[in-house]
């Protein structure tokens, strides 16, 4: 099954292909397609992840933080069987 991430960066949309092998997870893989360097807001995140109990403050920073970067409308897709024989 092959999966894909749809995004808009700066207003353009965008479609790239995604694997766990090479990314933790969708937000990752759409700012190396863009070459966006994420150094700074993964540290940040390792501080948000443990000055807070609930798992929605990261998620809320992860959100926040690429949208602030350019990112929108990001979703992570999974193709059918049926769509890639065709």
Do not use: C, P, W
């Amino acid at each position: 099954m092959a999966r894909y991430v749809t995004y808009k960066y700066k207003g353009q949309a965008r479609r790239i292909a995604f694997t766990f092998d090479k990314f933790r997870d969708m937000y990752e893989a759409a700012a190396a397609a863009e070459g966006v360097d994420l150094k700074a807001f993964l540290a940040m995140e390792r501080q948000v992840a443990a000055l807070s109990r609930q798992g929605a403050a990261m998620k809320d920073y992860r959100k926040n933080e690429f949208k602030r970067l350019g990112f929108t409308e990001l979703f992570l897709h999974k193709d059918d069987d049926e769509e890639s024989q065709q």
